[in-house]
């Protein structure tokens, strides 16, 4: 089974960036949907962006036009471009991989945006 580890969160000013890595074990990374979750204190886990093996991306409309989300099948790696942060995006961003009824998680990084 796949196993995920993120990395790149940390504190970040509004309006700053950041880029999170995940990087995945499973030789067959390229044909997984990989996803991008987030959740904050007290709230739900919510999608924030996906790209398929084909390399469809979707984004939730919070993040349209401030977050890219890429993969690099040569790496197993996928990425979160996070551009032009905003305190109401501090908060837990998970690493999930899909393939049919397969779903991994990673242990999640900690994204905080604050003065």
């Known amino acids: 089974q796949v196993q995920l580890v993120e990395s790149g969160g940390g504190l970040v000013q509004p309006g700053g960036s950041l880029r999170l890595s995940c990087a995945a074990s499973?030789?067959?990374?390229?044909?997984?949907?990989m996803n991008w979750y987030r959740q904050a204190p007290g709230k739900q886990r919510e999608l924030v962006a996906g790209?398929?093996?084909?390399?469809?991306?979707n984004y939730a409309d919070s993040v349209k036009g401030r977050f890219t989300v890429s993969r690099d099948n040569a790496k197993n790696t996928v990425y979160l471009q996070m551009n032009s942060l905003k305190p109401e995006d501090t908060a837990v961003y998970y690493c999930n991989a899909r393939l049919s009824l397969i779903s991994t998680w990673g242990q999640g990084t900690q994204v905080t945006v604050s003065s």
């Open positions: 790209i398929s093996s084909g390399g469809t991306t």
């Open positions: 499973e030789m067959i990374f390229s044909r997984y949907t």
